[in-house]
């Protein structure tokens, strides 16, 4: 059997398990079967496939069946412009939270050097991607998960940041480290009603933990904006991945709590997304 034939196979394994990119994800699965990039076997498209590696490539598809993310069974996505490793103690980077990142480098000039904190940093790609582009920053990502720590950790080398970039497992509650520049953060958003109508894909693979802000999906967001006001200098910022119904809670709670609201972007679909705010 060649690559186009098994291809085929894949393809309508996965259409008929309901799976919405079925043509890209047997691709992407073949690829992580023979270990070689998804470009090399549409270059060979003719070339024969090994029973070992029909076996993994059977043994993909079913995970993917199962509605297992594509990112976690190839254990990378790419966010930004660069690659990092993910499994199922992390959130998928989404291309929504680029804004955050979008945000900050308008506000950093490239040789700057300031001290940045991560709060549910998650696999790191937020802050792994500010200090690849400024590179003379300093910064720390906490979770209140060891294992998206690990995770984090592990993208500080793949990247060779780990004496750059500090991560931390501590609850936010818990961190007095103080007179940060610049504070990120994408917290937990989702309300209880929407968790509940979340892809299967999500809902029963993702942490629940780096996707669930409570009843109203307040919680968190009320939180890091709190002990923001606590680690951030006198003009500090606060750079803050919001839900799309958000704006206005979000906005309030900063006003409350001493924030001047500099700006408010939208993520690709039009909705409002990130809230730049800087502590008075």
Partial sequence: MNYSEILKRGETFLKKSNIKNAHLDAELILS??????????????????????IYKFKKYLLRRKQKEPIAYILGFKYFWKY?????KSVLIPRPDTELVIEEFLKLVSKNKSIKILDIGTGSGCIVISLIKERPNCIATGIDISIKAINVAKTNAKLHHLENKVNFINIDIDKYKSYNYDFIISNPPYINSIDYNRLDDDIKF????????????GMKDIKKVIIKSKKLLKRNGKLILEIGYKQKD???????????FI?????????????????KL
């Fill in 32 to 53: 992580k079967a023979i270990n070689t990039k998804r470009e090399e076997v549409l270059l060979n498209i003719n070339k024969k496939i090994n029973n070992k590696d």
């Fill in 83 to 87: 690659k990092f490793y993910v499994n």
């Fill in 205 to 216: 693979h993702e942490p629940k933990v780096a996707l669930s802000g409570g009843f109203d």
């Fill in 249 to 259: 809670r979000s906005i309030k709670l900063l006003v409350e709590n001493g924030y």
């Fill in 262 to 278: 500099n700006k408010v972007s939208k993520d690709l679909s039009g909705n409002d997304r990130c809230i730049v705010s800087t």
